[in-house]
């Protein structure tokens, strides 16, 4: 009997390169783990993911077919071309042809999306869109920063230039504070995790939070301290929970999908955002108070609910949508 | 030989009812004119659309086959069922099934969009979409409220429930004014022609723009004060085409479509707006900077560039969109 089609996927991130082969059979079957040798520059870095592609695709060519390669980058990415554009993570990368660098070594087509893209791809194919039966969905992926992907009728929505999914850069609050990006008042400037430690040490630093000083607070301890009932803690995900509806009911209300996925680190503590998150979204988006899962109009036609949920894949989502790249009608 | 193939497109508005034929090759063969009777009830309106309908029916029938029948509605328009929620233009409207109404009236099928998305496939197959070859594009509105519709591939995407297209109401400034759909600093607060004479009442009202105390202002004759000159009046198309681009920079940053087109009536004062609009698309959109009209991106791949542009249908974009229904392809 033939054996099933594997396909190799690389997560390239700013720390860590992964790099795993994958069946739609038995998931990932070997996982390379690799530091991301950025000082070394970004051929040294390219060089090593396709060392590895390799060192997997002489592996399990023995008893396989190899379906495809594919790779999922920090963005801005520009597709087809496969043209990074200063990338915030990737310092050093800007106008970096990723795919002519790794096409011209391995001497074969590769396909590549942005890691927010490959996470929703991911979400959508084996997460909360198998489970749920659905077509389409939007994933704000709450990390470092704030990664967004969109698929749409089972297929990444890469935009014209490839870069769609970026609502992580959708303005909340017009004068806010300079986001990296050059604009402000990013959704990633108040709920991502690197904005839920920069709130604790400005409220500890203001005086205004006693119970928050002296501590070098993570995303995860903060989250800790408000389970345990510290309630300058419990404000700080307050905060970013409304700015998360606030960002949501734009793309509730703009895009009227049947499910918004919230995944990333942060999304370990959606029992503190998501009180916040659904207020906003039913003071904001009448398309979500219309379609809730509770409306009346989801209990007639339930192919209409609009449902916000954590993701059900972790930290390997990026992975696995690189993975599933090479499977994936485009 | 066989004629062209017709279909009836009718634009259902607050005040008027439009009822037209339409070829592909002729384009509007001929319009009825009506009241929308609201003080009669939906059912009357009804009654008074599909009896035009029919008009045209018998007329054109003789010379060409019917194609079908397309109606553009003011939303929230509910899809496939067609069940009008709480719109606030027909008052008493909740809960209608419009689909039910005209096809029992008709016995035959009906297709059904939301105004916006109508005039958004009118833009799209007819308008900038035609002479600019685009696929996708969205299409904001500026009348009454802030329309959208977004139209991807050459389809319109109607969402899971038929309400996509609702960016109109975004929020701009989360602390912003109460707007009618329960939320508040909606994008229609701040860049509808309402939002403009509102704006110069209060200005007036202060004490702070002088220039414009004592006078019944519209948004047609705030923009020709603009365009002579009077600053407070202009200071109001700045404000409007700020609060466009910070809307218009979210839209850009999540979907990457090559066009965004801006219609309505408002759109004839885009020379006021369209500063302010740009200033703050390249201020909080670096995807916008990334693939501007002059971007070298744009320069090496001008399938992958940005544009924003008024739209070039009229105020007929609604009962064209109407009578594209039965053409488009869903």
């Known amino acids: 009997m033939p054996q099933a089609p594997f396909s190799i996927g690389v997560d390239l991130g700013g720390t860590n390169l992964r790099i795993a082969a994958y069946t739609r059979e038995d998931g990932l079957l070997e996982t390379i783990l690799l530091p991301t040798r950025l000082a070394a520059g970004r051929d040294a870095v390219a060089a090593d993911m396709c060392k590895a592609i390799e060192t997997l695709q002489v592996r399990f060519s023995v008893s396989h077919p190899l379906a495809g390669i594919g790779i999922g980058t920090p963005g801005p990415l520009e597709l087809p071309a496969g043209v990074l554009h200063n990338p915030p993570n990737l310092t050093g990368w800007d106008g970096f042809n990723l795919r002519e660098a790794v096409e011209s070594r391995l001497g074969e087509p590769v396909e590549l999306e942005s890691d927010a893209n490959a ?11 198998r489970s749920m039966k659905l077509d389409s969905l939007c994933m704000l992926t709450l990390g470092t920063g704030v990664g967004n992907g969109i698929i749409l009728n089972g297929k990444v929505w890469d935009g ?17 504070p300079a986001c990296p990006c050059g604009s402000h008042g990013c959704l990633e400037m108040y709920a991502s995790a690197t904005a839920i430690v ?8 203001s005086g205004a939070a006693p119970a928050l000083a002296g501590e070098s ?3 995860h301890s903060l ?6 009932g510290n309630s300058d803690a419990k404000a700080i995900f307050t905060d970013a929970g409304r700015a998360l509806g606030i960002g949501l009911s734009a793309l509730v209300n703009t895009l009227n999908l049947p499910l918004y996925v919230i995944g990333g680190g942060l999304a370990q503590a959606w029992h503190l955002l998501e009180g916040p998150v659904f207020e906003e979204l039913r003071h904001r988006s ?4 219309l379609t809730a899962p509770e409306s009346p109009l989801a209990a007639r036609n339930s192919a209409a609910a609009t ?6 894949l972790g930290p390997d989502a990026g992975l696995l949508g690189a993975c599933l790249l090479p499977f994936a009608t485009h």
Not at 160 to 174: S, V
Not at 286 to 289: A, I, K, L, M, T
């Open 119 to 129: 996470a929703a791809l991911a979400e959508w194919a084996l997460g909360r869109g």
């Open 160 to 176: 014209a230039a490839g870069m769609a999914g970026e609502a992580g850069h959708a303005t909340i609050y017009p004068d806010g």
């Open 198 to 205: 920069r709130a604790a040490a400005q409220r500890a630093a």
């Open 217 to 219: 607070w993570t995303a």
């Open 223 to 228: 989250a800790q301290a408000a389970d345990q």
């Open 286 to 289: 009448y398309v979500y108070r």
């Open 307 to 312: 449902h916000v949920l954590p993701a059900e």
